[in-house]
């Protein structure tokens, strides 16, 4: 499990608007939860998963930098016709 997990939790204070505070109450309701513990779950979910998205995104662009300097190089170093 991540290390934040196990962090003191920290009290924050936020306003939402009321349709977004109706469905947190909704599905805390159902849940069996506060709707202070449903958004806290929500946040670092959202936090967590916005994480995972940049490290694959980061790899992504690293990997095509990578294909486009090999693919520059290749063109650069290879002779054309004129050349010969």
């Not at 924050?12 to 599905?27: D, R």
């Not at 959202?46 to 994480?51: A, D, K, V």
């Amino acid at each position: 499990m991540d290390k934040i997990a196990f962090r003191k939790p920290r009290h924050i204070s936020i306003t939402v608007p009321e349709n977004v505070y109706n469905k947190l109450a909704e599905t805390s309701a159902l849940e069996g939860r506060s709707v202070s513990n449903l958004a806290a779950y929500l946040l670092e979910n959202i936090l967590l998963l916005q994480s995972i998205t940049a490290e694959k995104v980061d790899k992504v662009d690293r990997r095509s930098q990578n294909r486009r300097s090999s693919e520059m190089t290749k063109t650069e170093f290879t002779p054309t016709f004129k050349q010969l």
